[in-house]
């Protein structure tokens, strides 16, 4: 980034108000698609801008803006004027001070980013073509993607912070259609810092594999189940739990974990973690310059604490563990889970002898309430049975979420991270079942 225009914003900023931070961003995004196993469609995305938030007397403003120069100043500070006087006027809406350095961390691919454009369409043609040689059955694919993300950020504040660092994200995707006496699909995806670290063709075959495996799919008998929950379905539950180790909706009132720390809320086998340094939103430090750590809020089934963001760290007179999160240029940042995800296992469920099922997809977790954990979701599967394994769809898993991760009776070794989430394997008893 041009260190000499963040200079020049940073001055006009700072006279105008009583505190302020600058969020640079430079983001430039490549999308490759293919279909019929040719190239459909190339795409390049390039923005940069900076966003700022300030505070005078009080009370915090926000505004972005893709500017440069004398009028990104303007633009910055031009409306706030206007806007401060109505604001509501909250002491805590204050800025992080500088902490230690950030981590070093080997997510830019320099490399990935200068290979020919030519090996990049190589990978995502040999995803699909793997998907469509796999079975005879296979009849077409959709959605085949390679996305190329490259970002860079600065963050500074008035009171000291000075942060700066930039990633590489490569993210492959497809989903393909089987067709039999029926037709069944399915879609998947794989990310990683480094380009090299992506596999198409080992991408494809569980894709082509999945799919086939689900046709002739039949409802099975409503019932009470013991069974796997594979690393996507229990992503899916944690992307409804996470929201309850927020400090934010410990404030509002809004978790069923309130006064809980100290205390067993899950299987002892259940230790989840949620970490700036793990997964795919890996980066040295948060949306607010603060730098990224560990934190273990849940260690053999007992709460340990909460997450928190500045703001809502000075309403409990806590410090901020790294959990502001920015979505984007437009919208300030808000607390988040960043790397949120249960710690794997010592055993591979998969050679786990099974008598039940193997939920391996959830629909409509939407519709789940995140404060009490109650939900009724579509699942898509497999019955194991003497000896047999039979696919199934159409049935529904009901449930609350936080006795669901009581009946934890086995984690496996197998932990995939899927966005802001990762799980591995769980083995999990009374799940409810309502088919036929």
């Not at 938030?53 to 004027?81: P, Q, W």
């Not at 430090?285 to 990224?292: L, M, V």
């Not at 786990?352 to 997809?361: C, F, K, T």
Request: proline residues 3%.
């Amino acid at each position: 980034m041009n260190h000499e225009e963040i200079k020049r914003i940073e001055k006009g900023v700072k006279a105008a108000f009583d505190d302020y931070e600058l969020f640079f961003l430079k983001e430039k995004i490549k999308k490759y698609e293919s279909r019929e196993k040719e190239i459909a469609s190339a795409e390049i995305k390039e923005e940069t801008g900076v966003a700022m938030r300030a505070v005078k007397g009080g009370r915090m403003v926000f505004s972005y803006t893709f500017d440069e120069g004398k009028e990104a100043i303007a633009s910055l500070t031009s409306n706030t004027a206007t806007i401060l006087p109505f604001l509501e006027e909250d002491r805590d809406r204050v800025f992080p001070e500088m902490t230690v350095p950030c981590q070093e961390s080997e997510i830019y691919d320099s490399k990935g980013l200068s290979t020919d454009d030519r090996e990049k369409v190589a990978l995502l043609m040999d995803m699909e073509r793997t998907i469509l040689e796999h079975d005879a059955r296979i009849k077409t694919t959709r959605n085949c993607e390679l996305q190329e993300t490259e970002i860079e950020t600065v963050i500074l504040n008035s009171r000291g912070v000075r942060a700066e660092a930039k990633k590489t994200l490569y993210t492959l995707m497809a989903m393909c259609v089987a067709k039999d006496a029926d037709e069944a699909s399915w879609f998947d995806w794989s990310w990683a810092h480094s380009l090299r670290a992506l596999d198409g063709a080992s991408l494809g075959r569980t894709i082509a594999g999945r799919a086939v495996s689900l046709l002739s799919s039949k409802q099975i008998n409503t019932g009470i189940y013991e069974g796997i929950l594979t690393p996507g379905a229990s992503c899916d539950l944690l992307d409804i739990l996470a929201s309850s180790f927020l400090a934010e909706n410990l404030y509002k009132k809004k978790t069923r974990l309130a006064d809980k720390e100290g205390k067993r809320c899950f299987s002892p086998l259940v230790s989840i973690t949620d970490s700036g340094l793990t997964g795919m939103g890996t980066f040295p430090f948060d949306g607010e310059g603060t730098t990224s750590r560990v934190n273990p809020v849940v260690t053999e089934g007992i709460l340990n604490g909460f997450l928190y963001d500045t703001y809502y760290g000075r309403k409990f007179g806590k410090p901020s563990t790294g959990n502001s999160v920015r979505s984007g240029l437009k919208d300030p940042p808000a607390s988040a889970p960043r790397g949120f995800h249960i710690m794997k296992g010592k055993h591979d469920l998969n050679d786990r002898p099974l008598e039940g099922v193997i939920i391996a997809e959830l629909m409509g977790t939407h519709t789940a309430n995140p404060i009490t954990g109650d939900f009724s979701l579509g699942a898509t599967g497999y019955l194991k049975k003497n000896g047999s394994t039979t696919p199934f769809t159409g049935v529904i898993l009901s449930g609350n979420l936080f006795e669901l991760l009581t009946n934890v009776k086995g984690v496996g070794t197998d932990l995939t991270f899927y966005g802001a989430h990762g799980s591995p394997s769980l083995y999990v008893e009374n799940l409810k079942i309502s088919g036929i």
